[in-house]
């Protein structure tokens, strides 16, 4: 921003410009102090104090203070058409607007007395971004009616510094550049060929329309929103809980671009979405409470992230402010913005409607659950859920158990005290010896000594078969691998809940406390039977030895295992029952006999097959009650908020009402009930609103261009840069609205100008867009142009992380979430983490995920060489294409020609040809198979040069 | 030979200048090294980070009536007992370990650092640090970003960004941590600096930067390479010349260099039995605080501006709730290779104009619910840190804290206060070195910091 900027630079040469528009008409009127404010003083704010202000004083002239009288002169000589200098370089005033200014002129050019020596620019409420934009009349440059407005704007600069800009680029260049601008990935050879192919005129519009309407541009330009935004999947809390339902938000705001939502609406919906929903129906409500993401994904602070919601608040603020503003309100948080007119109050008065509004919550290292998730269902649709869970529920009870049978033999019992263990044994300590008939079934039970602390027993249980010749033992260990299995049974294997009756224990566990190597069976949270599958203990509760059986009987009631006998015979019962958990009552064990018993086993195993029918419908309601939900926003109880002194929290000062920003004097719904955000959102989306539209349209500019016509795309303030073509940018601004903030009809006007289809170029050229502005690919555009070209990329939508389950969470700062999860599909679809970020995208400047991202850093580090040369992905990338382009037959000019359609949509130079056999002469050892060695190097040597790097 | 003479690197000097105008290219690398503010009495920052909070009153706060008024019950309003079930009465806790007088100065130390304190003269011990958060997270991220919640740059990307780098083929900050500690990545992130700035990790190990091992040999990938600026250099002649397109060309040299260079920093054979020792390293060995200290003083040695070393990760570490028996394991890691460090820099000459700092992100509190409690909790109020060299005043020590340990009595040095003097030990201002963000000038200590005089020669 250092660089002089073309309208100053313009300004000290005599001027091309010959013809001034119309000449005033009619005799000046006299101006007086009254009329200054509101006819000249705006006009000399938009069109002099650029260059002739407090910061520069272009001929030493002065227009912000009241200028002196040998002054007069010299600005009425350079409003008359034929003086040598003509001002100001933007092109003639308005005739209205001329004839004010001369007679202000004329009268003396009086100034308001008070304030005399104060100078304009510096009363912030005069800023050019705060007035709005006027649809400025587009300048003639003598060219054809029929030329695109913006090209009018920026051929008046170029001629104004006598600047020829460079011709129209190639086809290839511009389809690749129009593929990459709307889709973010590069063009097929089919594309290609297609596009050189269309000799019709319109070949370009047909492009652009193909590109606006593919799906991938959503993925592209969606990104863009993200950034501003700085969405993550994860909250950014000391923990780092990840936020499962993010994604809804992150696929409603490429689908609102896809589907060209206008774009008012699109930041209606998230701000208010709830309560827009209330009018909506079906998929538009549903989406609509999605869309509020944009609020409940701001960023969780410390430990009990309610501690520190003033911090969230603040993200929200700067967030929204930044995002919708291009201003931020945050620095209002402790006092009155130091260089924008924003008052301390305006920023407690946003506080008050976000602080009204309640926020999904994310959970966090002292409360690991999510709760206020926001339902997308109708209110009947979830009664009716909860009335067939109900009745599922009953069922499942009902199918259960069969009465306790009462002429049970009861073989032997013994008393495990806490921190104790006994043996499975009669009373001499002998293994308890029994005779059973096949199918007869030997029923073990352990009871809880007290009504708490009822505890996790390890068991061991082994019973030998006696009779000779058939020597048999079954090891209750030996089904620790097999562990859950389908069925709460496993061989001659049962377990059973003994709270009432016998019943199987319904519910199959994988991963007990997160632990994968926890897994069996349990009813409720008790009682349950359990293994170790691992070799070494597991901390969870109290710690578990590796390889082992665990049981866990009720509060109420004993947990039971049983053996049926698979012949008949005598059997010697022996084991160990140890309490695995010290500090409760101790468990008692129990073994009885149950003859017969197969056909009360198969009636339970029915029972349980029936029920587990049952549970498998249960569980989908279940799920689909916990996922169809959105981490979003709604409606919490209206209160104002009180200024936080300093910004501390612990020191409340004054209530401030809570409604809309009063710094831009645009009048706002006073809010009375609610939150406030309808009435937030309908003030930033207002037609009055001088900054909302023209931070859009500047950011599709920057999106096309490289840079924003203001530079400073998330500061539109005093401090921020000014713009290098005010008329344009208020040109696109009013026009867009005009078109009902149609944002894709944005683009095809914009790629439509003959500026953006230039041949590129870099510097300050590319600067004034006399050539296009050379850019390298985003992070994002790499690793998907990698994916594509190595037909290993998904094209499909991303859904759902595959994030460990809720209920398994104890996430905290010394363990937090740290998951990567790889994926093949589009870079925007990437699980992305707030307090770890993903290498990759680091080290190619992507977004940072904790704060408002609104340009894209450029670098050029060697790690980033490094990455191309050497990492697993590029190396993957090359041995994809080498093969592919070689499978056929072994002809290198067909290799050469596959490849560079591939990667580039072109065919390969003679010289390029040449390239290739000189590396293979330089690689060859004198040994075989230098050829494929020499394909591999080539191959990757293209797929990191300059020409696939950058777009032209 | 065609290979050597006409497509080998010779060429690419004069390929290079042809595609660049160097004043641009100079004024375009964000690395290239820059005059500080004023005369900097240190060159190079090595910063040694203690995961967990260290507890002062165990290590450099000397605090006898601690020893004698153990038990005593103490009235605190102390962020770290508010509301929390159990502490509603809390009650002085002996320290466990024994203090003595070292070198000239007498600087005062516990037998938990017997090798750092042979170092006393050598050091500028401040006893009065504060902070702004009592919670790791916060207090981490404040004392390597100047900011306790939200994200900003590191102390070393500001560094970095203020004064450039003396080696281009290697990066110009880098941390050596073998885990991730509280706040992760962001302790070492250039946030809105440009991403040059930024830190690379290095994970003590093998292999200690990511994809630095080229997977064909040296010899292809130098034809390979040489494949790569042919056909990028076709590409810059049909263009006008553009310096991103000449960086990138120019990127790749570097990181072939750097392929060389980094594993030349990490190669210890040509070390010395004697320097191995120092550290307290075995040979062969590539991990280890002593690792960390003898890689760090490689870096240096090559013009790296900044080296942060974490000891540990965000568990594992100084947080010693449940036993402060465990501060001993945690201090016979680094006790050794410090002191080897602080040494082996004297020995070389290199200790004048290289700063080390050494610092933790909070101490911990002299007292617990009862007075025979075996650990400590976190502690906001007061803590001790050092540094060494580069400027810093030898053997002094500064700042007291009460009879206790339990605030800072006098000389209080806040965070943004360390910050404020490294940055000046740096030839740096900390109030002009600044970074325009969203509408706003930037710098490391927010509005804050004052430049410690006291501890500075």
Not at chain 1, 243 to 256: F, G, T
Not at chain 1, 568 to 584: E, L, N, Q, Y
Not at chain 1, 847 to 854: E, G, K, L
Not at chain 1, 887 to 906: P, V
């Amino acid at each position: 921003m250092q660089k002089t900027h073309p309208l100053v630079a313009g300004i000290l040469p005599a001027l091309l410009l010959t013809a001034a528009a119309a000449a005033p008409q009619g005799i000046p009127a006299r101006i007086d102090v009254s009329t200054f404010e509101a006819k000249i003083r705006p006009v000399l704010i938009r069109e002099c104090i650029p260059c002739h202000g407090a910061s520069q004083q272009k001929g030493g002239l002065r227009l912000d203070i009241e200028p002196q009288t040998s002054d007069i002169k010299r600005i009425k000589a350079a409003l008359t058409p034929g003086n040598a200098i003509q001002m100001p370089p933007s092109g003639a005033l308005n005739a209205n607007v001329k004839t004010d200014i001369l007679g202000w002129l004329d009268s003396g050019a009086p100034w308001p007395k008070a304030n005399a020596s104060k100078s304009v620019a510096s009363d912030p409420k005069h800023h050019w971004a705060f007035l709005p934009p006027k649809r400025p009349s587009v300048p003639n440059v003598g060219k054809s009616p029929s030329v695109n407005p913006i090209d009018a704007f920026i051929n008046q600069r170029l001629a104004s510094t006598k600047t020829n800009a460079s011709g129209k680029a190639d086809r290839l260049t511009l389809i690749r550049r129009a593929t990459y601008d709307l889709t973010g990935l590069p063009p097929t050879p089919q594309e290609v060929d297609a596009f050189l192919a269309d000799k019709r005129p319109g070949a370009w519009e047909r492009v652009v329309d193909r590109l606006l309407k593919s799906p991938h541009y959503g993925e592209k330009w969606g990104r863009l929103w993200l950034d501003i935004v700085h969405y993550a999947d994860t909250a950014g809390e000391n923990s780092d809980h990840p936020l499962p339902h993010m994604w809804k938000y992150r696929n409603w705001v490429i689908d609102a671009l896809n589907r060209n939502l206008p774009y008012n609406m699109f930041l209606q919906h998230q701000l208010a979405g709830d309560l827009m929903a209330e009018q909506l129906t079906g998929d538009a409500a549903r989406d609509s409470r999605i869309a509020t993401g944009f609020l409940a994904g701001a960023r969780r602070f410390g430990h009990d992230i309610d501690a520190d919601m003033h911090l969230t608040y603040e993200d929200v603020i700067d967030t929204t402010s930044k995002a919708t503003l291009g201003l931020s309100l945050a620095c209002a948080r402790c006092h009155d913005h130091k260089f924008d007119p924003i008052p301390q109050r305006d920023y407690y008065a946003l506080y008050g409607i976000f602080q009204s509004t309640r926020f999904a919550y994310p959970g966090c290292e002292p409360f690991q659950q999510p709760k206020f998730l926001v339902p997308l269902t109708s209110a009947t649709e979830q009664a009716a859920r909860a009335t067939e869970l109900q009745q599922l529920e009953r069922q499942v009870a009902m199918q259960a158990g069969v009465p306790r049978p009462k002429d049970m033999e009861q073989l032997g019992t013994a008393r495990v005290p806490d921190s104790g263990s006994a043996n499975i044994a009669t009373p001499s300590g002998k293994p308890i010896e029994v005779a059973l008939s096949a199918g007869d079934v030997l029923l073990f039970e352990i009871h809880p000594n007290g009504n708490h602390g009822a505890d996790t027993t390890r068991l061991e249980l082994t019973i030998h078969g006696m009779d000779t010749g058939k020597p048999a033992a079954w090891r209750i260990t030996d089904i620790v691998d097999t562990l859950p299995g389908d069925a709460p049974w496993n061989g001659p294997w049962m377990f059973l809940d003994l709270a009432a009756g016998l019943r199987t224990l319904g519910e199959r566990l994988t991963d007990i406390n997160g632990k994968s190597s926890l897994r069996g069976w349990r009813s409720g949270e008790t009682p349950s039977v359990f293994g170790n599958t691992a070799q070494t203990a597991v901390d969870v509760w109290t710690s578990l030895p590796g390889r082992n059986i665990y049981v866990h009987p009720g509060p109420k009631g004993p947990v039971g295992i049983s053996w049926t006998a698979p012949t008949g015979g005598s059997f010697a019962v022996s084991g160990v029952v140890a309490d695995a958990h010290p500090g409760g009552d101790g468990v008692t064990w129990s073994i009885h006999k149950i003859t017969p018993g197969m056909k009360l086993l198969a009636t339970l195993k029915d029972a349980s097959v029936r029920a587990r029918a049952l549970e498998t419908r249960i569980a989908q309601l279940r799920a689909q009650r916990s996922l169809d939900v959105a981490f979003a926003c709604a409606e919490g109880t209206g209160a104002d908020a009180r200024v936080q002194l300093k910004g501390d929290p612990a020191v409340p000062g004054a209530v401030v009402e809570r409604g809309v920003p009063s710094f831009l004097g645009l009048p706002g719904g006073k809010v009375t009930t609610g939150s406030g955000r309808l009435e937030l959102a309908k003030w930033i989306t207002s037609r009055q609103n001088p900054l909302t539209a023209r931070v859009w349209v500047n950011r599709i500019w920057q999106g096309h261009f490289g840079t924003g016509i203001v530079a400073t795309p998330n500061d539109f303030g005093l401090r921020g840069a000014q713009p290098t073509n005010q008329p344009l940018l208020d040109w696109l601004a009013t026009t867009f609205m005009d078109n009902g903030w149609d944002t894709k009809r944005l683009h095809k006007l914009l790629m439509s100008s003959d500026a953006y289809q230039r041949k590129s170029g870099s510097g300050e050229r590319a600067a004034a867009l006399a050539a296009f502005p050379r850019r390298r690919l985003t992070a994002e555009e790499l690793r998907d142009t990698y994916l594509k070209v190595s037909g290993v990329l998904d094209p499909e939508p991303g859904a759902a992380h595959p994030f460990p389950p809720e209920h398994t969470w104890a996430f905290t700062q010394h363990t937090p979430f740290a998951d990567e999860y790889d994926s093949s599909k589009r870079s925007v679809y990437v699980m992305q983490k707030r307090n770890r970020r993903t290498p990759f995208f680091a080290l190619f400047d992507g977004p940072d995920p904790n704060t408002s991202t609104a340009i894209r850093d450029n670098t050029t580090v060697p790690t980033q060489a490094l990455w191309l040369m050497n990492s697993a992905f590029v190396q993957s990338t090359g041995d994809v294409i080498a093969k592919r382009t070689t499978s056929g037959t072994g002809d290198i000019d067909k290799w050469m020609t596959s490849l560079y359609r591939t990667l580039l949509g072109r065919h390969p130079s003679a010289a390029e040809r040449a390239d290739y056999y000189l590396l293979e002469y330089q690689l060859y050892d004198g040994k075989s198979g230098t050829t494929p060695r020499a394909w591999n190097a080539y191959v990757k040597a293209l797929l990191v040069s300059n020409e696939v790097l950058y777009v032209d | 030979m065609l290979r050597s003479s006409i497509l080998g690197t010779m060429l690419f000097p004069g390929l290079l200048s042809e595609l660049m105008h160097s004043d641009a290219h100079a004024s375009d690398n964000p690395l290239a090294p820059k005059k500080p503010h004023f005369k900097a009495k240190a060159k190079r920052v090595i910063f040694l980070f203690m995961t967990g909070g260290v507890s002062h009153v165990d290590t450099f706060d000397h605090k006898p009536k601690l020893f004698t008024d153990v038990g005593r019950e103490v009235k605190l309003d102390h962020p770290e007992i508010k509301n929390r079930p159990g502490y509603e009465r809390i009650f002085l806790k002996r320290p466990q370990w024994d203090f003595k007088r070292y070198g000239q100065s007498g600087m005062e130390a516990s037998t938990l650092f017997p090798n750092v304190a042979t170092c006393a003269d050598d050091i500028a011990l401040i006893r009065s640090m504060h902070t702004d958060h009592s919670n790791h997270y916060n207090a981490t991220l404040g004392m390597h970003t100047g900011s306790f919640a939200f994200a900003r740059p590191s102390l070393g990307a500001w560094v970095s960004y203020g004064l450039g780098s003396e080696n281009q083929n290697l990066p110009s900050f880098v941390t050596i941590a073998p885990a991730q500690t509280y706040a992760g990545s962001q302790v070492y992130a250039s946030d809105f600096l440009p991403g040059a700035h930024q830190g690379t990790r290095i994970v003590p190990g093998p292999l200690p930067i990511a994809d630095i091992r080229p997977n064909v040999s040296k010899s292809d990938q130098r034809q390979a390479l040489n494949a790569l600026a042919r056909m990028n250099q076709r590409h810059a002649s049909t263009r006008a010349a553009d310096p991103q397109l000449a960086a990138r060309i120019q990127s790749f040299e570097t990181a072939f260099g750097m392929q060389m260079a980094v594993p030349d920093v990490f190669d210890f054979t040509k070390e010395s039995d004697a320097t191995h020792a120092l550290y307290g390293l075995e040979r062969g060995s590539t991990s280890g605080f002593g690792w960390q200290c003898l890689a760090a003083r490689r870096l240096v040695e090559r013009g790296v501006r900044f080296v942060e070393l974490i000891d540990t990760g965000s568990s594992g570490n100084w947080d010693s709730h449940g036993d402060m028996m465990d501060h001993e394991r945690l201090a016979r890691n680094v006790d050794k290779p410090i002191a080897g460090l602080l040494k082996d820099l004297k020995a070389r000459g290199m200790l004048e104009d290289t700063l080390v700092v050494w610092t933790t992100e909070f101490g911990r509190t002299p007292f617990n619910n009862t007075a025979d409690a075996r650990g400590r909790e976190h502690h906001s109020w007061a803590f001790s840190s050092w540094l060494a060299g580069g400027g810093a005043k030898p053997g002094v020590t500064y700042g007291s804290t009460d009879e206790y340990g339990m605030r800072v009595e006098t000389d209080g040095v806040h965070v943004h206060d360390f910050h404020a003097t490294i940055l000046h030990l740096m030839g740096l201002d900390h109030t002009r070195l600044t970074y325009r963000h969203s509408g706003r000038d930037y710098r490391l200590t927010d509005v804050y910091g004052e430049v410690v005089r006291k501890v500075i020669v």
